[in-house]
């Protein structure tokens, strides 16, 4: 059974400070990791990653796929309000249907 | 583009009572799925479908039945509601690639 393990599993950090969240998989016939930010509704997309070791950015955001490891990070630099929300990573394996396999989230809270 | 749509927002139902919960997408993807979010259990797949008429078993299907007559539309029934049905529903489509775009999801209470 695929299993997606998110840690921490909640953070409260202030304004300004620097996040690392963490997200290890076992997904069968693996093809993608990806990330979505959660704030009160829909999660919204951020990254997708196929390709050990690159790093993909986007402004304070950035994430990195260790696909021998089987992890990856998602880090958020000079932390900003705006950042509260939850993030969820997810496994993409090869079915048919492209199933992602979800975390439980890491609830993030940042403090003015 | 309004991307993926659901209705209704929120439903408090009796336990025992049925109902159907709609999502629509404009996007002309293929893929669809319904998900339940519970805390501390992030997203779980209930059904999906790969295509028009076409529906399929996810994660935790018992208590719900899909059905998918139309290729912007897929719907979510519940037969019989449990309390143990209390969730947020989420419905998401894709198309080719893995990136799913989710709706802004419908709070159900059963009481």
């Known amino acids: 059974e695929d299993k997606v393990v998110q840690s921490p599993l909640s953070l409260v950090v202030h304004e300004g400070d620097t996040v690392t969240l963490n997200c290890s998989y076992e997904v069968t016939n693996f093809r993608s990791l990806l990330w979505y930010k959660q704030e009160k509704k829909a999660p919204t997309f951020l990254f997708m990653l196929?390709?050990?070791?690159i790093e993909k950015k986007s402004g304070r955001l950035s994430s990195i796929l260790d696909k021998k490891e089987l992890f990856s990070i998602l880090n958020i630099t000079a932390t900003q309000t705006g950042d509260s929300a939850i993030y969820l990573c997810a496994g993409a394996g090869g079915t048919s249907y492209g199933k992602l396999t979800f975390g439980q989230g890491t609830i993030l809270t940042v403090h003015p | 583009n309004a991307g993926v749509t659901q209705t209704p927002k929120f439903r408090v139902l009796k336990t025992g009572q049925s109902m159907t919960l709609l999502c629509a997408q404009d996007m002309n993807h293929e893929y669809m799925y319904w998900y339940r979010q519970d805390p501390g259990m992030g997203l779980r797949l209930i059904h999906y479908?790969?295509?028009?008429?076409?529906?399929a078993k996810g994660e935790v299907p018992d208590g719900y039945n899909v059905s998918r007559l139309k290729k912007q539309n897929f719907l979510l029934g519940l037969e019989s509601a449990a309390p143990s049905q209390t969730s947020v529903y989420f419905c998401a489509s894709r198309d080719i690639l893995y990136e799913q775009y989710f709706g802004p999801g419908t709070r159900l209470t059963v009481t």
């Open positions: 479908s790969v295509g028009e008429g076409t529906t």
């Open positions: 196929t390709s050990s070791g």
